[in-house]
């Protein structure tokens, strides 16, 4: 255990000793504060702090920057190793295969926490700052929801372009793959939303606030439990390819 | 702990010498029908460096892959300080230090923030380790740079202490002197000598490079399209002194030499060339005193005398066929 924590700081180290890694949260702090900026000057009034928070983290806000973000700094995490030839010292140390890719994607998991932390530090700070501190349990309770949310649909794409990432050993290819799939996911599934098998699409699933008081599901008869497990068996498997991938490939 | 390592390394040193530290047992590489290497075995003993030489495209690089586990074995096993890279991976691999190709670090990173990566990937490498293998490659000054600012003899020797840093009983080095200058081939060969020598560990080094790896190894394993061609060991301190040898002697009389010698009894003529006054001998390390006193007795003059050495070259060629290129 002591072992793969410390795998996981190595992934860790190598993400944060570049300064370019300064770039996502500048750009969520960026984000924080146009947002906040933009709903003063088009005079929308809220309550407090909290209130504005709840609005600013929320999918249809936030989430269409972090994931973006997530996917973009982490496409690349496993085909730099090859291109920069630097797998081939990773590989021959006493750690199997299976562990070292655990500890990336450990690392992985870890990032996309880091970003919606910030992200949530950030907009309570503008709200604060604007707004005053403050909040009912309502507010502090979709803060909670939006955060979860926002880690669970971020994790199934970074997971998913993880695995584009092993399988291409590209990362500008992952990176293209991957942005297609969060852009242009939605509006296929809306195409495809009268068949039945829709519901069973990954992308029709990515987005649990759609479940939401007041909120619509993309296709009817789709539920919370549904759509958690649909994403389980798709995170499972997009795991399963990248580890037997991984594990297989010969290094030359 | 620190004493306790070094005392265990020296016990270890002291029982396990000439002991084989790296096996290849039969080793087989196919891809798509094509065997790009074919029963290959040898052995690797503590403390002494084999070179693994063969022409482009012989296998070489597969070898020395299968053998880190960068690429898996379809047939046969490499067994490394007795475990089994194929079977018990882990227990293998913790014996063995290698560069494979170039040296390649995180070039964002500073040298020592480099060693602390692969410290952290192996139980007991202490600080005071990494010190003691910077220091050894001479890298104290440099450790706080970036690595992207080192030049390239410098990243040769970051990727030795790499390899280094966990006592490994096998050094494995693909072209370490690749992209070296001359001084920098010197120092590294001197180096690996050193630590041959003194740390009882058994070194493969693979290159192309012949009259490089006749200086530095003491025994090449030549290979060819997959196959083992031959097996020699390169004698350094003359050993083979008992033995008989080849000559070249300048003279100022081809025939009367030939006549003298062959009423001597001791040499056996190989070649003479009148026009050039030159002739060759085979003889007997002890006898070239009494064969230099017969001649002189003959009234032959001696203007040279010298050893025909066959060099590796000369023998590599003849092994693997004089058309293709090393």
Redesign the interface.
């Known amino acids: 255990m002591r ?1 793969f924590s ?2 996981v ?2 992934e860790w ?2 993400l944060f ?2 300064s370019s890694i300064l770039v996502p949260y500048v750009i969520l702090a960026a984000y924080a504060a146009i947002f906040g900026y933009a709903v003063f000057k088009m005079g929308s009034e809220f309550g407090s702090g909290a209130e504005f928070a709840a609005l600013a983290i929320g999918m249809s806000s936030a989430g269409q920057v972090l994931p973006l973000l997530a996917i973009i700094t982490m496409a690349g995490m496993v085909s730099k190793e090859y291109r ?3 797998i ?9 295969r299976n562990k070292i890719l655990a500890s990336k994607y450990t690392a992985a998991l870890l990032f996309i926490i880091s970003l919606i932390l910030f992200t949530a530090v950030a907009v309570l700070v503008t709200g604060t700052v604007v707004y005053g501190w403050g909040g009912e349990a309502a507010h502090w309770n979709e803060i909670g929801r939006s955060m979860l949310f926002m880690f669970i649909y971020t994790t199934v794409y970074v997971t998913l372009t993880f695995m584009i990432d092993i399988l291409t050993k590209s990362s500008g290819v992952t990176v293209g793959i991957a942005l297609f799939c969060v852009m242009m996911g939605g509006l296929a599934t809306l195409l495809l939303s009268k068949y039945s098998f829709a519901k069973f699409i990954l992308f029709a699933n990515t987005d649990l606030s759609q479940f939401n008081a007041g909120n619509e599901p993309m296709i009817p008869g789709m539920t919370l439990p549904f759509s958690v497990s649909v994403l389980i068996v798709y995170v499972a498997l997009f795991l399963l390819a990248s580890f037997v991938t991984f594990r ?1 490939r ?3 | 702990m620190v004493d306790m390592n070094k005392r265990n390394s020296a016990a270890e040193a002291r029982s396990d010498r000439n002991e084989t530290v790296l096996q290849l047992d039969n080793v087989s590489k196919i891809i798509g029908g094509k065997k790009l290497v074919n029963g290959l075995s040898f052995e690797v003993k503590s403390g002494e460096i084999v070179g693994l030489l063969g022409p482009n495209g012989a296998g070489k ?2 070898t020395i ?1 299968m053998i ?5 074995m379809s047939e046969g096993d490499v067994r490394i300080g007795g475990s089994s890279v194929s079977k018990s ?3 293998a ?2 014996h ?1 230090g ?1 560069i ?3 040296p ?6 500073t040298g020592l ?1 480099n060693l602390k ?2 410290q ?4 007991g490498v202490s600080e005071e380790r990494i010190r003691e293998v910077t220091a050894l490659v001479g890298l104290q000054d440099a450790m706080n740079k970036k690595v992207k600012a080192y030049s390239l003899g410098m990243r040769q020797r970051l990727g030795i202490a ?1 390899a280094l840093l966990h006592k490994p009983k096998v050094l494995i080095l693909d072209e370490p002197t690749n992209g070296l200058d001359p001084a920098g081939i010197r120092e590294m060969r001197d180096y690996l000598k050193l630590i041959a020598d003194k740390e009882r560990i058994g070194i493969l080094v693979s290159s192309h490079m012949l009259s490089e790896m006749e200086l530095m190894c003491s025994r090449v394993v030549v290979i060819q399209e997959g196959k083992l061609i031959a097996v020699r060991s390169i004698n350094h301190n003359g050993s083979e002194e008992k033995s008989s040898m080849s000559l070249s002697l300048e003279v100022t009389d081809v025939e009367l030499a030939s006549r003298t010698l062959a009423a001597l009894n001791k040499a056996e003529l190989l070649s003479k060339d009148a026009d050039r006054g030159m002739l060759a001998v085979k003889v007997k390390h002890e006898d070239i005193p009494s064969l230099v006193k017969a001649l002189t007795d003959a009234g032959v003059g001696l203007y040279r005398l010298e050893e025909i050495k066959s060099s590796l070259e000369d023998e590599f060629m003849k092994w693997t066929g004089a058309n293709r290129s090393a």
Request: glycine fraction near 6%; hydrophobic fraction near 40%; charged fraction near 30%.
């Open positions: 072992s410390r795998l700081l190595n180290l190598k000793k570049r920069m030839g630097t081939k010292l990773l590989l021959i140390r006493a750690h199997s297989k010969d290094v030359s | 690089t597969t892959r880190v586990g960068l690429i898996g991976f882990e227990a691999i913790r063995i290698a494979i190709e170039n390649e670090f995180y070039p964002y990173m923030d990566q692969f952290r990937m192996t139980e790499q």
